[in-house]
């Protein structure tokens, strides 16, 4: 399994900014784009149009959803990573107090619902939000590539990332928008349910979306 680890610099809840905003963080995104060849202007630390042509060129080269906003997502993607193979254990480790041997996930996009399934048995089911038409969520067979507590902001308590471009299952800062298509790609659920799942899973949990 390849891994992406990053050291960030902000928290992910300080780093969703969009045209007219302005200040260090804003040049820092411009300093970094112009590193990358994409931005041609002043580093001034104000968010104008170039620089959001710039950043949405950037989403587009990296298949970001292209939003011309920077979002925790694509902020984590503008970070140098150091990439690493990690091999699958002969024997698998034990799962703490998960209780689960063989636990794996269900997203139906359609019933905006995600299931937890132990040896092909649900094991519990959770209302969740998904991704805008424009910015959909994929459809594929993926797997949990890491797990962070706490992350802030719009990803709430718990970020369960999967192994796919910038993807992950989180939890919120807008409950009231489980149940809906309104997120970037990602998979939402109310906190206490993201950590419930959080505490079932572990690194290599086959996520399989489905619409």
């Not at 399994?1 to 992910?12: D, E, Q, T, Y």
């Amino acid at each position: 399994m390849n891994v992406r680890l990053i050291h960030l610099p902000h928290r992910l809840d300080m780093t969703r900014i969009s045209e007219g905003a302005s200040g260090p963080l804003v040049a820092e995104l411009q300093h970094i784009l112009a590193a990358r060849g994409l931005y041609n202007g002043d580093v001034h630390g104000r968010f104008d149009a170039e620089t959001r042509a710039a950043l949405a060129r950037f989403q587009a080269e990296q298949r970001l959803p292209v939003t011309g906003e920077l979002t925790p997502l694509t902020f984590c993607r503008l970070q140098t990573a150091e990439k690493f193979t990690v091999e699958p254990a002969p024997q698998p480790p034990t799962r703490g107090k998960s209780g689960l041997s063989r636990p794996h996930i269900l997203i139906t996009k359609s019933k905006r619902n995600l299931t937890l399934l132990e040896n092909n048995t649900p094991f519990r089911q959770w209302p969740v939000a998904i991704g805008k038409p424009h910015t959909p969520t994929p459809v594929g067979n993926f797997a949990i590539a890491t797990k962070i507590l706490n992350p802030g902001g719009v990803l709430g308590t718990r970020w369960m990332g999967l192994n796919y471009d910038s993807y992950g299952i989180h939890g919120t800062n807008a409950p009231w928008c489980i149940g809906q298509m309104v997120s970037n790609g990602c998979i939402r659920m109310h906190n206490p349910h993201a950590e419930e799942l959080f505490a079932l899973i572990f690194i290599g949990t086959p996520v399989y979306i489905r619409d």
